[in-house]
């Protein structure tokens, strides 16, 4: 297929004149002057915004699936995400037994070595357990908590950190620092995140390698005048990116405007933390084993406690440009290229020669038209 007449964003802006050739799920071609070939499809935009797929590195499950029950949840995940405009994205764990993590990443790894056809690429775990912070768990069960130790974690990775991009961790845990140094000398991004750690903390844990912050300004220290907490710190410190769930429950429309303002788009990373209920409608639905009750958009435990999002990343551009008054380019940015970037993925969130070929249409006024690439 041959996508014409589009304004489309590369990963580096908007750009008119482009022609983008989709072949068995990927991008084989984007360039201009491009001609069609015999029996090809043309899909012509008539003037309409072309958008790359999107990437959701904090994502813990959608459509009644979840990344703990392994590969087959991960697999569906694929296909229904992909029909959401998604591209790629990093399944994500949950505080769990040793043994139930192992097992989700196992599967992780299986959908990373057999992709889905016209699914969301599988770009490797996102742990974001067990190595936080008790008192600030969250929806997370803190019994699994633990101190940093890389051979528990290798173990957990299923003997393979190579297939976890991201982990979170709190960094004030006994054993961080040596942790820290060893996971991003083997390639794996580490988060700050569930943690109580004070900003000098947060500071020192980048000079270890921590570069990303896991849901700004929730399960944290918060900002204080004379105590900036994590996001004091996170905000300030060129070298982290910060996740932020944009739905308007997580996170006041200001704190979002400020995040962007602070990191701009090449450090501000949109996420959904969506759990199984993201997709469906009001219900009773799990995470982590713990029954989540689902009201008006609002996903919480029993206690009240926020349980991760029902989001979709098509609706969190749209509440970022419609609601929260971000401009579309950087908008675009940090639903797309910005959180590829955040864990090193060289090809996802961007329009270019071996990217996934999920891509999503969008109207002059950015009206969600369709999503180009899925079944």
Same mark, same amino acid.
């Given at each position: 297929?041959?996508?014409?007449? @589009?304004?489309?964003?590369?990963?580096?802006?908007?750009?008119?004149?482009?022609?983008?050739?989709?072949?068995?799920?990927?991008?084989?071609?984007?360039?201009?002057?491009?001609?069609?070939?015999?029996?090809?499809?043309?899909?012509?935009?008539?003037?309409?915004?072309?958008?790359? +797929?999107?990437?959701?590195?904090? $994502?813990?499950?959608?459509?009644?699936?979840?990344?703990?029950? =392994?590969?087959?949840?991960?697999? $569906?995940?694929?296909?229904?995400?992909?029909?959401?405009?998604?591209?790629?994205?990093?399944?994500?764990?949950?505080?769990?037994?040793?043994?139930?993590?192992?097992?989700?990443?196992? +599967?992780?790894?299986?959908?990373?070595?057999?992709?889905?056809?016209?699914?969301?690429?599988?770009?490797?775990?996102?742990?974001?357990?067990?190595?936080?912070?008790?008192?600030?768990? #969250?929806?997370?069960?803190?019994?699994?908590?633990?101190?940093?130790?890389?051979?528990?974690?290798?173990?957990?990775?299923? #003997?393979?950190?190579?297939?976890?991009?991201?982990?979170?961790?709190?960094?004030?845990?006994?054993?961080?620092?040596?942790?820290?140094?060893?996971?991003?000398?083997?390639?794996?991004?580490?988060?700050?995140?569930?943690?109580?750690?004070?900003?000098?903390?947060?500071?020192?844990?980048?000079?270890? =390698?921590?570069? /990303?912050?896991? /849901?700004?300004?929730?399960?944290?220290?918060?900002? /204080?005048?004379?105590?900036?907490?994590?996001?004091?710190?996170?905000?300030?410190?060129?070298?982290?990116?910060?996740?932020?769930?944009?739905?308007?429950?997580?996170?006041?429309?200001?704190?979002?405007?400020?995040?962007?303002?602070?990191? #701009?788009?090449?450090?501000?990373?949109?996420?959904?933390?969506?759990?199984?209920?993201?997709?469906?409608?009001?219900?009773?639905?799990?995470?982590? +084993?713990?029954?989540?009750?689902?009201?008006?958009?609002?996903?919480?435990?029993?206690? +009240?406690?926020?349980?991760?999002?029902?989001?979709?990343?098509?609706?969190?551009?749209?509440?970022?440009? /419609?609601?929260? #008054? $971000?401009?579309?380019?950087?908008?675009?940015?940090?639903?797309?290229?910005?959180? @590829?970037?955040?864990?090193?993925?060289?090809?996802?969130?961007?329009?270019?020669? =071996?990217?996934?070929?999920?891509?999503?249409?969008?109207?002059?006024?950015?009206?969600?038209?369709?999503?180009?690439?899925?079944?």
């Amino acid at each position: 297929m041959l996508i014409t007449n @589009a304004v489309c964003f590369t990963g580096e802006g908007f750009q008119e004149g482009l022609r983008v050739r989709v072949e068995n799920g990927v991008i084989t071609e984007a360039e201009e002057g491009l001609l069609l070939r015999e029996g090809e499809e043309e899909l012509d935009l008539q003037g309409d915004y072309l958008l790359p +797929g999107f990437v959701d590195v904090h $994502i813990h499950g959608s459509f009644r699936q979840d990344t703990m029950l =392994g590969e087959e949840a991960v697999r $569906i995940m694929s296909r229904n995400l992909a029909k959401q405009g998604v591209g790629a994205f990093c399944p994500t764990t949950m505080s769990a037994s040793p043994e139930d993590t192992r097992s989700a990443v196992h +599967g992780v790894r299986a959908v990373m070595a057999r992709q889905e056809k016209n699914g969301a690429r599988v770009l490797g775990a996102h742990m974001e357990a067990p190595f936080l912070q008790e008192e600030r768990a #969250g929806a997370q069960l803190k019994e699994y908590f633990t101190d940093p130790d890389w051979d528990r974690f290798v173990w957990q990775a299923d #003997g393979h950190p190579e297939a976890v991009r991201l982990i979170t961790l709190a960094p004030e845990r006994t054993g961080a620092e040596a942790f820290v140094r060893r996971a991003t000398e083997a390639g794996v991004r580490v988060s700050v995140g569930h943690t109580s750690a004070d900003s000098e903390t947060v500071h020192r844990a980048a000079d270890w =390698g921590a570069d /990303h912050v896991t /849901h700004t300004f929730n399960a944290q220290t918060p900002i /204080h005048h004379r105590k900036p907490g994590v996001p004091g710190a996170a905000l300030t410190d060129d070298r982290y990116y910060c996740e932020m769930i944009c739905d308007g429950i997580h996170l006041h429309p200001d704190v979002i405007r400020l995040i962007v303002r602070c990191k #701009g788009p090449k450090r501000a990373v949109a996420i959904t933390d969506a759990l199984e209920a993201a997709g469906m409608g009001d219900g009773e639905y799990t995470l982590g +084993g713990q029954t989540v009750y689902v009201k008006n958009g609002e996903a919480r435990l029993e206690d +009240g406690t926020l349980a991760g999002s029902v989001l979709t990343m098509k609706n969190t551009l749209m509440n970022l440009i /419609h609601r929260f #008054g $971000i401009p579309p380019e950087t908008a675009c940015a940090v639903c797309t290229v910005t959180p @590829a970037e955040s864990i090193g993925e060289p090809l996802a969130g961007r329009i270019a020669a =071996g990217a996934p070929g999920i891509l999503t249409r969008w109207t002059p006024d950015w009206d969600f038209v369709s999503v180009i690439g899925a079944e």
